[in-house]
């Protein structure tokens, strides 16, 4: 049972455009999500991230908002980059005992066209 | 950079045989861990490690095991190798107390013939 779903294997953008990733729960335990972006040969890395008790996070270009009611985070990229094209992970940890472990979906590829 | 590495990058090996792939950190962090990355499948968790000889399973663990007998070190052997092995595996390292986050090594491509 997949608890972490991206249901998009694949994006693409124009340069300048605003990319949109999508990301699914369904463990009401979650209360704790990350952003991670994996170029090819290279490991994951960590992106941003965002608390429930929050609904939106911003660093630079990069926006997550939450939606806990639906179960429902987003990756905004605004402008998207040629650089950004890569494979977006998202994934999801609760609190206390369990916040050493992080699920994951299956990404997301994102190619920005120039 | 998380101080995270992985040896090898690269291995190539045949059905059977024993292989062990080592992840180092010059951080001194409590959690590590290790994924295997395989197209559709994202990242699976194959065992972690909360300290010096403390691991456990994680959702892929059959045919893998660990060892940690040192915090920088985390050992991950496949004691003998099928073609379903074949992966790409990550090292990670969980941040300090309060910190979800964790960091990925380089990671190791494996191909068993």
């Known amino acids: 049972d997949q608890q972490v779903k991206q249901n998009s294997p694949s994006l693409s953008v124009q340069e300048g455009r605003i990319s949109i990733l999508n990301c699914d729960y369904t463990?009401?335990?979650?209360?704790?999500f990350l952003w991670y972006k994996k170029y090819p040969a290279e490991g994951p890395t960590f992106l941003i991230s965002?608390?429930?008790?929050?609904d939106k996070n911003e660093d630079g270009r990069f926006t997550v908002f939450l939606n806990k009611s639906a179960k429902h985070l987003s990756l905004h990229i605004v402008p998207s980059q040629p650089g950004d094209s890569a494979v977006y992970f998202c994934a999801a940890s609760p609190s206390g005992a369990g916040s050493y472990q992080l699920t994951f979906g299956k990404g997301t590829k994102l190619s920005v066209i120039p | 950079d998380a101080g995270i590495t992985q040896s090898p990058r690269h291995k190539v090996t045949e059905t059977g045989t024993p292989v062990t792939l080592r992840c180092h950190q010059t951080?001194?962090?409590?959690?590590m861990y290790w994924y295997r990355q395989d197209p559709g499948h994202g990242l699976r968790l194959i065992h972690y490690s909360y300290g010096v000889k403390d691991t456990d399973k994680g959702e892929v663990s059959d045919g893998y095991s660990v060892s940690r007998s040192k915090t920088e070190d985390f050992l991950l052997t496949l004691e003998s190798a099928t073609s379903s092995q074949t992966s790409v595996y990550f090292c990670a390292i969980r941040g300090g107390q309060g910190v979800n986050e964790q960091f990925f090594g380089p990671g190791t491509r494996l191909t068993v013939l």
């Open positions: 463990n009401s335990m979650f209360d704790y």
């Open positions: 951080e001194n962090h409590r959690y």
């Open positions: 965002i608390s429930s008790i929050k």
